[in-house]
């Protein structure tokens, strides 16, 4: 299983991205999704996820600005990131589980993509 971010970049404060992540391989079901973010000196921390349900949680410090969605039939997570401020300049990265199609579990990530923006 394969999970690939795109649509990460440069941006001013206040200005807007939306990220994409692409799921591929043996998937027979795609449980939760997240994505996740490593700022320059700190730990990865949880920005926000969805359910297969369509269940949401986010990151305090996102709530409000970003959401996050996704379309089960592309396989396709997105992080519509509104008000960008310096402080979400990070690489983000994302997540998920699920079964393959011969009933095995199992957890990927995305090799990252880089959010930069200046202030």
């Known amino acids: 299983v394969q999970l690939v971010e795109s649509g990460g970049g440069l941006v001013q404060a206040g200005g807007s991205l939306r990220l994409s992540c692409a799921a591929s391989?043996?998937?027979?079901?795609?449980?939760?999704m997240g994505w996740y973010r490593q700022g320059p000196g700190k730990q990865r921390e949880l920005v926000a996820r969805?359910?297969?349900?369509?269940?949401?949680n986010y990151a305090d410090s996102v709530k409000g600005r970003f959401t996050i969605s996704r379309d089960n039939a592309k396989k396709t997570m997105y992080l519509q990131m509104n008000s960008l401020k310096f402080e979400d300049t990070a690489v983000y990265y994302c997540?998920?589980?699920?079964?393959?199609?011969?009933?095995?579990?199992?957890?990927?990530w995305g090799q990252g993509t880089q959010v930069t923006v200046s202030s």
């Open positions: 391989g043996v998937i027979f079901r795609l449980n939760t």
């Open positions: 997540n998920a589980d699920g079964v393959t199609t011969s009933g095995a579990t199992w957890l990927a």
């Open positions: 969805i359910s297969s349900g369509g269940i949401t």
